[in-house]
């Protein structure tokens, strides 16, 4: 048995979790985030190739060109919040609201996830929709300082019939983000895995989180929530009478502050209100 000698024509290349493949591979020239690394090989005419998931969190970059315009700052009860547009230039293949490149760091965490979708037909509604299939649970978010960071995804054992999910922010972050539902994943004898969440009718693939907690060192905590885009039934036979909860685009809808201050975000305005019992109550204390 011989040794077939290998004449490598072998790349490397970083395929987005959209599957929008990068023509290049290199930290310095890529924008943090969850990519999938692809090595293909050719051997004699026979291709190869394996992919691994990694998030890069590198704040080291080369030939980027990023700055921030402040644009006004809303005196919301003496509590001043800035308005500040944001453009990157390693982010000029997205359409913000102030052109290619732009973010408005009021509203916009840029949220991302290396989750895999799949589309579906409900016979009940007669349409198609897009579902959460499979994939990572990793997070991409830009912080309120402008950085862009990964918080990724793992389980943790608790007990002896469940786990929780945890997102671990990278070295040098002082953030934490945690679910706004429940975390828990359990197992059961004789029953698929599920979310509390959701309950056994969601299978555990299919199902998102609506929302998350952002807190940063100094005690602010962000709000960031997906807007639901319905409620639809699995038409897989394995799957008949299980629904899920679909979600689109995720915003920041309030920033609460130590002294139990909060900024409610809505689609036409911005409240202020003191406390939680007063939002609970609907009476803010000013309204820009």
Not at 57 to 65: G, R
Not at 119 to 126: A, E, I, M, V
Not at 146 to 156: A, D, E, K, L, Y
Request: with cysteine.
């Amino acid at each position: 048995m011989g040794c077939k000698k290998l004449q490598l024509q072998d790349y490397f290349r970083l395929i987005k979790p959209e599957h929008n493949p990068i023509k290049y591979c290199g930290a310095g020239f890529t924008r943090n985030g969850s990519y999938i690394l692809q090595l293909n090989v050719r051997s004699d005419g026979d291709p190869a190739s394996v992919s691994v998931p990694f998030a890069l969190n590198s704040q080291l970059k080369v030939s980027q060109l990023s700055f921030s315009q402040q644009d006004m700052i809303i005196p919301v009860a003496g509590m001043p919040l800035s308005v500040i547009r944001t453009y990157n230039s390693f982010n000029v293949n997205t359409d913000g609201d102030f052109g290619h490149g732009w973010t408005w760091a009021i509203k916009d965490v840029e949220f991302k996830t290396n989750a895999q979708y799949s589309s579906y037909f409900d016979y009940n509604t007669r349409e198609y929709y897009t579902v959460r299939s499979g994939g990572g649970r990793d997070i991409d978010i830009t912080l309120p300082d402008g950085r862009r960071v990964t918080f990724r995804h793992r389980m943790q054992l608790v007990g002896s019939m469940g786990y929780r999910a945890y997102w671990d922010a990278p070295q040098g972050v002082n953030a934490t983000l945690v679910p706004i539902q429940d975390n828990k994943l359990t197992y059961l004898p004789g029953m698929f895995p599920y979310w509390e969440a959701a309950g056994p009718t969601t299978p555990m693939d299919n199902f998102e989180f609506s929302g998350f907690y952002l807190t940063m060192k100094d005690g602010t905590r962000y709000t960031i929530e997906r807007e639901p885009t319905g409620v639809y039934y699995l038409d897989d036979l394995y799957s008949v009478g299980n629904q899920v909860q679909t979600f689109g685009k995720a915003l920041l809808t309030e920033i609460t502050q130590r002294s139990g201050n909060i900024i409610k975000f809505s689609a036409d305005r911005i409240e202020h209100f003191k406390d939680q019992q007063a939002m609970l109550d609907n009476t803010p204390t000013r309204s820009p």
